[in-house]
């Protein structure tokens, strides 16, 4: 109640309220004097959609892709920063990155509603202890929008996820151990981009904070914590080295393939790193299930959830 759940999640249409999305059927009767409460009005879940603001219509005056992402992400930049920064500025650990995670916020905001063509929904909440945030959708998943991606001299589309489908290092269901690959296959997607996302939130919160990082894909989860800190270091320089590259060819403004050569190397062995990560994971599993950084579930609400807690300075 206190976040506006209720509101969010069933068939509210006050208008000075968010719009029900018409996910869960419920009494209200139910729901007792919860409303009675007051609440921090900077915890309350939100709801971002192209349908907010004409967004969709805004978007058809552009013709690329990018440059309806460059759009939305100028737009959530302002948003997210409006919503969230209040609540930053309360962790020390995220006031003196609050830039950051603004900018990562934005850009996974967009890639939900732009990419997984669904509502993407975002929760913030702060108490003495840590900061949490989280952000969810239930559009077209990592598997379709992966598929989707076109290759270029960088990235081969499931070029990881076809190296760990040969492994079957774990004996788990197809399906489950496919949900699990494509998570994988997504941080290493988003460790070869240009701009900072997924990826480097992760890296960002268990490095810099010793911090949580959670990523859910229908049935699978994975759960990144400072126990990786040997591989993720190894994971994070590189993953520099390789955005250095990318800022370098940014300031020239020209077609530059002079770094293509060094990039593809970076890349491989980001590639080789992912792999050893990705054994490691699942020989804990083997191991011992109950304390493995891998959680498989049996969930309705299919979708993508990426939740964080960063602790308090």
Known sequence: MSSDFFNISGDNANPYFPHGRNILQFDKRYLGDFS????????????YSLNDNNLFKKLEEYESEDEKRDYLISEYTYIVREHFQELLFDNINTSLKSDFYIEILSELITNGVLHSKSNTFALMFVNKFSTKFSISDNGIGFEESLNSKEESFIYKPLELKNKLDSFKILNVNDKLLNNLNYIMETLFFSSLKDRRGLFDLMTSVVLNSNGYFRLHSNNAQIIISNR????????????????????????????DTRYNEEMISIKNDILNFFVKFYHNLCNKYNNDFKYSSIRFYNVRFKGVHIEVEIPTA
């Open 228 to 255: 990786m800190r040997d591989e993720l270091n190894e994971l994070n320089i590189l993953r520099n080295n390789l955005f250095n590259l990318y800022k370098k060819i940014a300031i020239n403004k020209i077609e």
């Open 36 to 47: 009675k409460k007051e609440i921090r009005p900077e915890h309350r879940v939100r709801c």
